[in-house]
């Protein structure tokens, strides 16, 4: 969800990102759990993805409280470029198949 409400801002002006910010250190948190998990699993693909988002999500974390519209446009670009937001919503759909087959 943190990916599409960034993707959809608007750069117009300054925004309070702090939100943003406390959301992104709260994912990066889990998304170290989900890692000992999977690397327990040997789940090398997924390991690799993980690492990608955490990077991204670091990068919103350690952003400043108020961000402008060059910087929100950064984001988008980085989100976008690498496809990011896909990816996670192809992992999720795979995890979410596996769940059903457990």
Do not use: H, W, Y
């Amino acid at each position: 969800m943190l990916l599409t409400e960034i993707s959809n801002a608007t750069d117009t002006e300054a925004a309070d990102f702090s939100p943003e910010r406390s959301r992104a250190q709260d994912l990066v948190e889990e998304g170290r759990l989900m890692r000992q998990m999977l690397a327990s699993r040997g789940e090398s693909a997924t390991l690799a993805f993980l690492d990608e988002v955490e990077r991204f999500m670091l990068e919103v974390a350690n952003a400043p409280d108020r961000i402008g519209p060059k910087e929100i446009r950064q984001l988008q670009r980085r989100i976008g470029t690498g496809s990011l937001l896909f990816k996670v919503r192809v992992i999720e759909s795979n995890l979410l198949t596996e769940g059903q087959k457990s």
